[in-house]
């Protein structure tokens, strides 16, 4: 009896450990949550209104513009960017990037894959450890970018997606990656990076008249590139404000598991206390009826 009373002991030791670990996670995490959650509700207007006004100008253009990067063509070499974390302990959230990854390619991509024409770049270690176990072409090159996230490190990124694209390296550019809602919730999201998705036309609507200043190809060629740039480093921010908030959630979730966890030992250690007491006692009735006796 003493030896399980011991061993109930030694697992609450361990269980409240556990949760002072959990719970300063989730402080941290919370901390920098806050931090990556301003700055990409404040990125996130901008670089939307950005993608916007670029498609509205790719799709009103007359076509005598030289265009690269809207360029549709043959779709023989994909290229995915998937963004996922360094660091686990945030629940589902890499497995679920992997998993829509994984589903894009099957649904879209699976003769180019099966030619071994989808390349993976990845952002955050855990996709890139993930996808390379599971066969994938992956490129390391960006997968450290948030052990120092800057607008350049991820320009890097953009540029070198761009200049393949336009060289044809590949024929399209996907986004894999985690829209931010709020701590408790991510859409996980496929996006089309290249070629420059065009609005759809609606019957009965008037082609836009822009004016240009300076002219069309000169300012598109010089818009494109920042926009995009713009448009990956809006994702690369919500992808870390999602890996925050998922962290938060996950680790909120494993203290309340410990605490449930706490209350049925305490409960099983007093009932093996009891029994104990109650052991001896009668032990200890019993001996004095013997000696009366």
Request: proline content about 2%.
């Amino acid at each position: 009896m003493g030896a399980q009373l011991k061993e109930v002991r030694n697992r609450i030791k361990s269980v409240q450990s556990t949760q002072q670990i959990t719970k300063a996670m989730k402080m941290v995490s919370a901390a920098k949550l806050r931090r990556a959650q301003d700055a990409i509700i404040q990125m996130r207007p901008y670089a939307q209104k950005l993608q916007e006004m670029l498609s509205n100008i790719v799709s009103n253009s007359d076509g005598n513009v030289e265009n690269k990067l809207a360029e549709e063509r043959a779709i023989e070499k994909v290229l995915l960017i998937v963004i996922t974390s360094d660091r686990g302990l945030c629940g589902a959230y890499n497995a679920n990037i992997v998993k829509l990854a994984k589903s894009v390619v099957e649904e879209k991509y699976s003769s180019q894959f099966a030619k071994g024409n989808v390349t993976v770049w990845n952002i955050g270690k855990k996709g890139f450890e993930s996808l390379t176990k599971s066969g994938y072409t992956t490129v390391d090159t960006y997968k450290d970018i948030y052990l120092n996230l800057t607008f350049p490190n991820v320009q890097a990124a953009a540029e070198s997606a761009t200049k393949a694209f336009a060289h044809k390296e590949f024929d399209a550019v996907e986004l894999i990656y985690s829209e931010f809602k709020n701590a408790a919730t991510q859409q996980f999201k496929a996006e089309q990076f290249l070629p420059i998705p065009k609005v759809a036309k609606k019957d009965g609507v008037k082609k836009a008249d822009f004016i240009f200043e300076p002219e069309q190809s000169v300012l598109i060629a010089e818009l494109m590139p920042k926009i995009l740039n713009t448009q990956l480093f809006k994702a690369v921010l919500d992808g870390s404000a999602s890996e925050h908030g998922a962290r938060m959630t996950a680790m909120d979730k494993a203290s309340e598991n410990a605490n449930e966890l706490l209350k049925s030992l305490k409960l099983s250690y007093n009932r093996a206390r009891q029994a104990a007491i109650t052991t001896e006692l009668t032990e200890i009735v019993s001996g004095a009826a013997a000696l009366e006796g």
